[in-house]
């Protein structure tokens, strides 16, 4: 019944819309449709407007299926060039929970859209709806609007938008079925008494360029890390993962990072996200890089809070067991344990039970109900806008694996905002503090816990504290409790203490003060506490008592104040030599009178006053120095007197005592070295030696050890040591008159020449005197010849040795004069034997005209003449050898000889001689070489030699 029924309205509604009624048909049988509506029997794509086709009910055999045909999708392949974006619907139902509806892609894949939906409400979409714009749409979910749409198991009939079905759209991406195909909607209504009809249906699709990964969802979780998977678009090996803590988190797009972390670009799910913060909730993105500077859109989002599950505590402060502090602004409050309030920030955490003393700010209660909590007060004008710190033990930091490390309740309930709680941690005893987490404002009235990672420092020894700052009015309370740590422990409160030093004088006051864990340098901080004036740099316990002023300036009340320090001495050991007498000085500090005693304490007075000269002080008997000690007291008119009496040391050092055998003999002007003389101090005392000559003054201190005198001379040796104690001897160095050398005799010599110089003794009259001069002569004379050349010296010197040793030396400077520089001679030979036709041509160079020359030749034969100029020639000259002198008008008018000049014959023609003279005076070591040109000649030397050469000659002439 209900079937025809549904027909018969069916054939009305088609009739009413001016369409030709159909008769009552199988549901799938559409051959009574108009042509234009079917395809091939199948529905277009879309499908018309307000179909009408009937939707058997209660039946859901498999026989309701409604082929559609898709002939334009944008691609041949789904998942890999195109994908179905979304599935339109408007069916007409009034009872939605009996539908069940499915799509069928051409090659046989099945996902659901619908099951059992809309409970009791009407339609899918807007049946009455004539442009069928109000529809329900099935998103895939890699569509741009997925993100937006809810599952449609969360929605209400008739289900006007986008929903994202039950099964996912991508369940047809195989990377091989063509879109263009037969696809069949499968509509099931599985309950009787209600009917429907199938209005509209349409399959859109869409090109797939760079398809973003789809439906991530968290498959494993823990305190710190995250393992993901996803539905990857195309290019799953260049996925991107962003996330940032919520509330807030913005990602980014393309290759640009959003605000919050960014895992290393990853390859396909599943993916594993680390490092975490524990208890903390998590936005976020995937997208994918495609290639070609292509990247896909954002997923949609995914939350995920991480977990926090910490081993048991090993720390816990629930403040339940302390006593309770008043609810006043400004109060004290001590609190022990591992916490406890700094007693330097003037403002205390106060222990409290119940709700605070001003309605709307505070809690009503601790954070786990029925204990105690601290917290800040504010009523006061004077903690509005205040900070007080809450500092821990020295702690030992374990951390543990997930993260979980510390945790703490925290409340902040008030209409200021201004309030501010921040946690901090220091690593070298709070000179450098690291915030590790603050939170600022109202949060409510209600108890908020929090975990924190303390992860950094494993291992470490640190120091924590909770800054809490009061806002600006009354209603800013803060408060703190059950505060936990899983791992850590507590090393005790730290072992450096540092005392407030207000006034610099390195003391501090014992009631404020700070511990620590590490030593440091604190400015306006001690670590000696017990000052008792903390704004008098002058008082303090290292401040040496002024007794009898009734004030007690070292802090340890009138024990010492009757009693004077030791008076102040000027030296507390005074060096002296033996025989000195010492000055030993005490001066008063109380303007009392000095006692001297030979005893530290008791005895009898030596002395009144400050300044005392012991006497019959005793004699060093080896070379150490002997010891005498003495005692200083003050005693004052008010009855004060010394403690302790000031002792004062006499050292008596040894006095150096020096002898010497050794003796001084030296001729004059003779050096001696006095630091060679064996020295001997018979006192051992020690010491560095010094010299004077005559007397022992300044001004006749010797620069060095080594003297010279020339006559006998008195000298000191002096020995000073290291205390100042010297001893003195005087030696006498006896100096004998030596001999003094005089050279006499012609100190110029005309080339060639020779002459005798003559020494004197000129010193004492010691007859037995001995000669030695540079030229090897040992009488009082030697001969001095000129040099070879015209201004060339020789230095003669000769040193006479007396019968004691002493010498005198004396030198002679012979130097060589001349005018005539140089003359050169050329010959012209005889033409026959015995022929006197030969010539001698001289060139002079220097002196002074005319010039007057001499000859000699062979056979005896001798002549002169003048020249008045440089060029002259002597002729008529026979063969053989000449010698020349010539001489000018000059002052000096030395001759100037030219030997031998030999005029040859026409036979055998001689060249001029090769000549090495002599090395030294008296040596025998010169030569000659004669060149001679010629046949069946014969030489004959006036030394008897006839040959060309001779050898081991002396200085001389040779013919």
């Known amino acids: 019944m209900r079937q025809q029924t549904y027909y018969a309205l069916w054939g009305f509604l088609m009739m009413m819309m001016g369409a030709m009624p159909l008769p009552t048909l199988a549901t799938n049988d559409f051959d009574a449709l108009p042509a234009a509506v079917l395809v091939n029997d199948t529905l277009p794509n879309p499908t018309p407007c307000q179909l009408g086709l009937p939707i058997l009910d209660d039946d859901c055999s498999g026989n309701q299926e409604f082929p559609i045909l898709v002939t334009t999708a944008p691609g041949t ?242 403040f339940d067991s302390l006593a309770l502090c008043p609810a006043v602004c400004g109060a004290p409050c001590g609190i022990s344990g591992v916490w406890h309030n700094a007693t330097l920030d003037g403002f205390d955490w106060t222990v409290h039970r119940g709700s605070t003393l001003t309605s709307q700010t505070g809690p009503d209660d601790d954070a786990l109900g029925g204990g105690q909590y601290i917290y800040l007060e504010t009523s006061g004008g004077e903690c509005q806008n205040s900070e007080a710190h809450l500092v821990s033990d020295c702690l030992e930091v374990h951390a543990g694996a997930d993260s979980c490390d510390l945790s703490f309740f925290y409340h902040l309930f008030g209409n200021n905002f201004s309030m501010n709680l921040a946690l901090d941690l220091s690593t070298d005893g709070g000179q450098n503090w690291t915030r590790l987490w603050s939170v600022s404002g109202n949060k409510g009235n209600t108890w908020h816990r929090k975990y924190i990672d303390l992860s950094p420092w494993d291992g470490q020894v640190v120091q924590l504290r909770f800054v809490g700052k009061t806002g600006g009015g009354a209603y800013s309370d803060l408060a703190l409790d059950h505060i936990q740590f899983y791992g850590t422990t507590s090393l005790g409160p730290g072992t450096e203490v540092y005392y407030v030093d207000n006034d610099g004088d390195g003391y501090g006051r014992s009631d404020q003060f700070f511990q620590t864990c590490y030593p440091g340098t604190w400015p306006g901080f001690s670590t000696v506490a017990g000052d008792c004036d903390d704004n008098n740099a002058f008082v303090n316990p290292g401040a040496p008592e002024t007794p009898c002023d009734f004030f007690d300036i070292n802090c340890n009340g009138n024990a010492d104040e009757f009693v004077l320090s030791p008076p102040a001495i000027s030296e507390d050991t005074m060096r002296v030599c033996d025989g000195e007498v ?33 006497a019959d002080l005793p004699s060093p008997d080896s070379p150490m120095p002997v010891y005498r000690n003495f005692y200083a007291e003050e005693r004052n008119p008010m009855g004060c007197t010394s403690s302790d009496r000031a002792v004062v040391t006499v050292a008596i050092f040894p006095v150096p005592d020096l002898m010497t055998s050794d003796e001084i003999n030296l001729c004059g002007g003779q050096m001696f070295d006095l630091a060679v003389l064996n020295i001997v101090d018979q006192n051992g005392a020690g010491g560095q030696f010094s010299y004077y000559k005559n007397s022992i003054a300044p001004q006749n201190q010797l620069a060095s050890s080594v003297i010279h005198p020339f006559t006998t001379t008195t000298y000191f040796i002096v020995s000073t040591n290291d205390i100042g104690c010297s001893g003195a001897i005087a030696v006498s160095a006896q100096v004998s008159k030596g001999p003094q050398a005089y050279i006499f005799g012609d100190s110029t010599l005309c080339p060639t020449t020779a002459t005798t110089l003559t020494a004197l003794n000129i010193g004492n009259d010691d007859p037995s005197l001995s000669f030695k001069w540079n030229t090897g002569s040992t009488t009082n004379k030697t001969i001095a010849y000129a040099g070879n050349a015209i201004g060339q010296s020789r230095i003669y010197s000769v040193s006479i040795t007396a019968s004691d040793g002493c010498v005198g030396v004396d030198s002679f400077e012979v130097k060589t004069i001349g005018s005539i520089a140089s003359a050169t001679t050329s010959t012209t030979s005889v033409s026959t034997c015995d022929g006197n036709d030969g010539a001698i041509q001289i060139t002079v160079s220097g002196g002074v005209f005319p010039i007057q020359y001499q ?91 006839t040959t060309e050469m001779l050898t081991g000659l002396s200085a001389g002439n040779y013919k």
């Open 855 to 945: 000859w000699s030749g062979p056979g005896g034969s001798t002549g002169s003449g003048t020249a008045g100029s440089g060029n002259f020639v002597i002729s008529g000259l026979k063969q053989g050898s000449y010698d020349l002198t010539l001489t000018d008008q000059s002052a000096e008018a030395c001759p100037f000889e030219i030997k031998p000049v030999l005029v040859n014959g026409p036979f055998v023609l001689i060249k001029e001689p090769q000549i090495t003279a002599p090395t030294c005076f008296n040596d025998d070591n010169g030569t000659i070489f004669l060149d001679v040109i010629g046949n069946n000649f014969s030489l004959f030397w006036n030394t008897g030699d």
């Open 77 to 318: 392949a789904l998942g890999t060039d195109v994908y179905l974006k979304e599935v339109r619907l408007i069916i007409r139902h009034f009872w939605d929970l009996d539908l069940d509806i499915f799509l069928i892609s051409p090659s046989g894949k099945v996902v659901t859209l619908s099951t059992d939906n809309g409970d009791t409400g009407d339609h899918y979409g807007d049946p009455d709806d004539g442009t069928c714009g109000r529809y329900t749409a099935f998103l895939s979910p890699i569509s741009p609007d997925a993100c937006q749409a809810i599952s449609i198991t969360d929605g209400q009939a008739p289900f006007i938008g986008s929903y994202l079905p039950e099964g996912s759209l991508t369940g047809f991406d195989d990377q091989a079925t063509n879109p263009n195909g037969v696809w069949i909607l499968k509509v099931c209504d599985d309950a009787a008494a209600n009917v429907g009809t199938l209005e509209y249906a349409e399959l859109v699709f869409d090109a797939m360029v760079c398809v973003p990964p789809s439906q991530v969802e968290v498959i494993a979780l823990d305190s710190n890390q995250v393992t993901l998977d996803w539905t990857p678009g195309n290019f799953c090996n260049n996925s991107i993962v962003e996330y940032g803590s919520t509330p807030g988190f913005m990602p980014g797009t393309g290759s640009m990072v959003g605000e919050g972390d960014a895992a290393p670009a990853t390859l396909c799910p599943p993916v594993t996200l680390t490092n975490l913060m524990p208890n903390t909730t998590y936005e976020l993105y995937v997208r994918e890089f495609c290639g070609g500077g292509q990247f896909s859109a954002n997923s949609c989002p995914i939350r995920f809070t991480t977990k926090c599950s910490p081993p048991p505590p090993t720390l816990t402060e629930s």
């Open 582 to 614: 010492p000055v030993l000085t005490a001066t008063p500090q109380f303007f009392g009178e000095i006692y001297w005693f030979d005893q530290p304490t008791g005895g009898d007075v030596l002395f009144q006053g400050e300044n005392f000269s012991p």
